[in-house]
């Protein structure tokens, strides 16, 4: 008993819109960097589900090298943020302009 392609499909839009409606509404920047994170999962959903489908390795394969970019960006972006706060005291979108004096 197989789940059907657009089941998957359905759920990986709908993850990748919470994501970009959370990337747009939230001013705090850790929940951006979550929302990020979100939508690069159901991206991988998306390759998964369509590798599956046609029964070719190569989207299991780049599902590996999108994973090592989120590792990455979660890992760059966290520094960031911490950086920001001890200069700033505050992870707020809003109020952070670093253009400023």
């Not at 059907?4 to 951006?32: C, D, E």
């Not at 390759?47 to 190569?58: P, Q, T, V």
């Not at 979660?74 to 992870?91: C, D, E, H, S």
Request: charged share 10%; aromatic share 10%.
């Amino acid at each position: 008993m197989s789940i059907p392609l657009h089941y998957y499909l359905g759920l990986s839009a709908v993850l990748f819109a919470i994501g970009v409606a959370g990337v747009l509404t939230r001013r705090n920047a850790i929940v951006v960097f979550m929302c990020i994170e979100l939508m690069l999962n159901s991206v991988n959903l998306t390759l998964i589900a369509f590798a599956s489908f046609m029964g070719d390795i190569s989207g299991h394969v780049l599902v590996f090298f999108v994973m090592a970019v989120a590792a990455a960006e979660a890992t760059v972006g966290l520094a960031i943020v911490i950086a920001l706060f001890r200069n700033r005291q505050t992870v707020n979108i809003d109020e952070i302009n670093i253009l400023k004096w």
